[in-house]
């Protein structure tokens, strides 16, 4: 095999991988739309795989009969405040790690990551107690603050290698011309440490937006769209939901996550160039 044949071999590898990621993600996407609007006959025909006939019916009974229009509110609710206690807690934390040199660090820094070694299905009793006792239950802030613990690591990490690429020496300079610590920080390395902020705030936002186990425990009326979902997709009227209403769940569930993404992705982008330096 010469090298020419080799390098059109790993070229067709390489493109056939990339397709086979894209397809992976990108067909459960089309399905759940097709089927999410597919009218009950067309789902029904065995003769037909893309169905032709169309309705918003499923959709608009999901959304407003059953309670996702509600769910879809108070995830976004909570989606909010956990990136703002994520973000007031893991800023500040992310930028010491970052900055300062002190004993211990690594440990403090192989701490937050072992907090996600504890799985949440067996703290679920101890945590619904906890929040028994501090009126938490059945609460967006109770919700919020269990994401919060769960997404704090990821905020830690990822703000203090955001800190970490910005240039120690603008801070210094600009110290020297007068401004204090936080002057500096305002001033210098907050802007350009933005669009890293900005990424892990959609980090945040996905990861609140589609938990499911903790607000399905810890809410009962003011439930997220995930808990909203599950509930409707196991017990509408008063049993199994039909297959359709669950694409039309599913599709109620991606599409917000997704056009935030969309929105946000110009960050992610530029977080990817910024650490990459």
């Known amino acids: 095999m010469n090298e020419k044949t080799l390098f059109m071999l790993k ?17 459960p996407l089309i399905v759940s739309a097709l089927y999410a609007f597919s009218t009950k006959t067309d789902y029904y025909d065995p003769n037909k795989v893309i169905p032709t006939s169309f309705t918003s019916e ?53 701490s937050i990551i072992a907090l996600r070694m504890f799985p949440i299905p067996i703290m679920a009793i101890p945590l619904v107690v906890l929040y028994i006792k501090l009126h938490l239950v059945d609460t967006l802030l109770g919700v919020a603050l269990a994401h919060t613990a769960m997404a704090l690591p990821f905020v830690v990490l ?21 401004l204090t610590r936080f002057g500096a920080f305002k001033a210098i390395t907050l802007p350009l440490a933005l669009p890293g902020l900005a990424a892990a705030a959609m980090f945040t936002f996905v990861m609140s ?20 979902t599950l509930s409707i997709v196991a017990g509408a009227a008063g049993g199994a939901a ?3 209403y669950k694409f039309a769940a599913a599709f109620i569930m991606v599409l917000p996550a997704m056009l935030f993404i969309f929105f946000a992705r110009k960050y992610l982008i530029t977080m990817w160039g910024i650490t990459l330096r």
């Open 11 to 27: 070229k067709v590898l390489f493109y056939a991988f990339i397709f086979t990621v894209v397809a992976w993600i990108i067909i």
């Open 58 to 110: 499923w959709v608009k009974i999901i959304l407003f009969t059953l309670g996702a229009w509600d769910g879809i509110k108070n995830s976004v609710i909570v989606a909010l405040l956990t990136i703002a206690i994520s973000f007031l807690l893991g800023v500040p934390a992310g930028y010491a790690i970052a900055r300062y040199v002190f004993k211990g660090k690594d440990t403090i820094k192989l």
């Open 158 to 178: 990822i703000t203090s290698s955001i800190f970490a690429s910005v240039d120690k020496e603008l801070e210094e300079a600009a110290m020297v011309f007068g």
């Open 209 to 228: 937006w589609n938990e499911v186990f903790v607000a399905s425990v810890l809410t009962l009326k003011n439930r997220t769209l995930p808990a909203q």
């Open 242 to 244: 039909p297959a359709y």
